[in-house]
C-alpha cells in the first residue's frame, strides 16, 4: 500500500498570502495524483487531478505540480473561501489511498 | 448534471451488517471508463477508499477490508450498493458515494455522504 505523507498538518495564513502544501509518496505514482478540498460539514471536491490539471471549476490560482513521489499544490493568494481541509489522493496503484490532510486556517 | 446519492440506516448494531445503496444519475453505470465506489471518514479524520466496481465489472479494494467488503453494481436501476459485513465501533464514519471517468481512481463526482453510526 502506497503511503502519502502530507505536510504540514496545519497552517495559519491570512488572506491574499500564498501557501504552498505538500504531499510525498511511499513509492513513485507517476502523476496519478489529485487533490480534493474539503470544508466543514461538505463533500470533498476534486481541485486537481493528474498532478497539474485542474478539475472543471478549479480557479485558476490552485497549481499542482510534482511527478513521482513528490507533489505540491500551490495557492496563489488566499480567498477566504479557501480556508478548508486539503486532502491528496493517488490513484495510480490499488489501493487507492489519501494523505492525512493539510489544514488551512485563518 | 451528476448527482449520486447514498441511502442506508444511520445507526448499526455490532456485529450486525451494513448496507448503503448509491443512486446515481447523470451516466448510466455502462458507460465506458466509469466508476462507482465508496469512501468513508471518521469523525474528525481523514479519507479512507473502501472499494469501487467499474462499467466492465472490474472491482478494486482495500485489503484491510477485503473479507468484509461487498459492492454491487446493479445497471438496471443505476444503483451501486456497498455491504460491510461484522461492524464495529470503529466503522462509525460518514461514508460517501463516489465516481470518476477514464477508467481511473480518482473521484470527480461526490455524494453529500450519508452518516453512519455503530453502536449498541
Known amino acids: 500500500e502506497i503511503v502519502l505523507t502530507q505536510s504540514p498538518g496545519t497552517l495559519s495564513l491570512s488572506p491574499g498570502e500564498g501557501v504552498t502544501l505538500s504531499c510525498r509518496a511511499s513509492?513513485?505514482?507517476?502523476?496519478?495524483l489529485a487533490w480534493y478540498q474539503q470544508k466543514p460539514g461538505q463533500a470533498p471536491r476534486l481541485l486537481i487531478h493528474g498532478a497539474s490539471i485542474g478539475a472543471t471549476g478549479t480557479p485558476d490560482r490552485f497549481n499542482g505540480s510534482g511527478s513521482g513521489a513528490d507533489f505540491s499544490l500551490t495557492i496563489s493568494r488566499l480567498e477566504p473561501e479557501d480556508f478548508a481541509v486539503y486532502y491528496c489522493?493517488?490513484?495510480?496503484?490499488?489501493?487507492?489511498?489519501f494523505g492525512q490532510g493539510t489544514k488551512l486556517e485563518i | 448534471q451528476i448527482t449520486l446519492k447514498e441511502s442506508g440506516p444511520t445507526l448499526v448494531r455490532p456485529t450486525q451488517t451494513l448496507t448503503l445503496t448509491c443512486s446515481v444519475s447523470g451516466f448510466s453505470l455502462s458507460t465506458t471508463g466509469m466508476g462507482v465506489g465508496w469512501v468513508r471518514q471518521p469523525p474528525g479524520k481523514a479519507l479512507e477508499w473502501l472499494v469501487s466496481?467499474?462499467?466492465?465489472?472490474?472491482?478494486r479494494d482495500s485489503p484491510s477490508l477485503r473479507s468484509r467488503v461487498t459492492i454491487t453494481k446493479e445497471t438496471s436501476k443505476n444503483q451501486v450498493v456497498l455491504t460491510m459485513t461484522n461492524m464495529d465501533p470503529v466503522d462509525t464514519a460518514t461514508y460517501y458515494c463516489?465516481?470518476?471517468?477514464?477508467?481511473?481512481?480518482?473521484?470527480?463526482?461526490w455524494g453529500q455522504g450519508t452518516p453512519v453510526t455503530v453502536s449498541s
Open positions: 463516489v465516481g470518476g471517468g477514464n477508467y481511473q481512481g480518482k473521484f470527480e463526482f
Open positions: 466496481v467499474y462499467w466492465n465489472d472490474d472491482k
Open positions: 513509492q513513485r505514482v507517476s502523476t496519478n
Open positions: 489522493q493517488q490513484y495510480g496503484t490499488s489501493p487507492y489511498t
